[in-house]
């Protein structure tokens, strides 16, 4: 069965910290993807890949950074965390034929305190 | 500034009955678009999709309509069951990037 795998269900961190979020799938897709969801506003990209190294800016992008190393994993940076970005983090990844829909992880609660 | 909206925050429905969850969007460069089901603690799963260039497309209990020139979608659930309680997330895109819109929960009453 497919599936998309974020590393941590919970997180607590303080204001000013440096916060990895893992992304891992098995599934040999190309496109990775982070959303962030907030009541009211549901689902925004904040930076999506379609394929290894590559990387580009979803609709907001500010405050985050993206790594990928290898196909299989796409990290989601939050170079100095801040109270605005407590959030749910959704990882997702697709396969090239846009067709077909996203696969999307649990998701990571983030808080920042 | 959203491109894709659903205006009914939540939807109460007795259960066998149909559930009719709406959405609309702004851009007309959207070529395919999604409905997610979202449970608490979990990721949202994709439940049906549909092309920009078909009207309808079923699938089991759950069918999709979409009219282009109104740049509306609809997801139908009949006959509507408990274990359809959920949050349910309208999506559009074109080439990579899918735009969400805001959600709508539907409880379904026994």
């Known amino acids: 069965d497919v599936k998309v795998t974020q590393s941590s269900r919970y997180l607590v961190k303080r204001t000013g910290e440096k916060v990895f979020l893992e992304c891992v799938q098995d599934?040999?897709?190309?496109?990775m993807f982070w959303y962030r969801q907030d009541p009211g506003l549901g689902l925004r990209l904040i930076y999506f890949?379609?394929?290894?190294?590559?990387?580009e800016k979803g609709d907001i992008p500010e405050g985050y950074s993206v790594s990928r190393e290898k196909k299989e994993r796409f990290s989601l940076i939050l170079e100095s965390a801040s109270t605005n970005q407590t959030s749910m983090y959704l990882c997702?990844?697709?396969?090239?034929?846009?067709?077909?829909?996203?696969?999307f992880g649990s998701g990571t609660r983030l808080t920042v305190v | 500034d959203q491109q894709v909206k659903q205006n009914s925050p939540s939807l109460s429905v007795q259960e066998g009955r149909i559930s009719i969850l709406n959405c609309d969007y702004t851009?007309?460069?959207?070529?395919?678009f999604l409905w997610y089901k979202k449970y608490p603690a979990e990721g949202p799963t994709f439940l049906i999709s549909i092309s920009s260039i078909k009207d309808k497309n079923e699938d089991g209990r759950f069918t999709v309509f979409l009219n282009k020139s109104a740049k509306h979608l609809s997801l139908h659930i009949v006959p509507s069951q408990p274990g359809d309680s959920a949050v349910y997330f309208c999506a559009a895109g074109n080439d990579y990037k899918l735009s969400f819109g805001a959600g709508t929960t539907v409880t379904v009453r026994a």
């Open positions: 890949s379609y394929d290894v190294k590559m990387k």
């Open positions: 599934m040999d897709h190309e496109n």
């Open positions: 997702a990844s697709r396969r090239g034929d846009k067709v077909y829909g996203y696969t």
């Open positions: 851009n007309s460069m959207f070529d395919y």
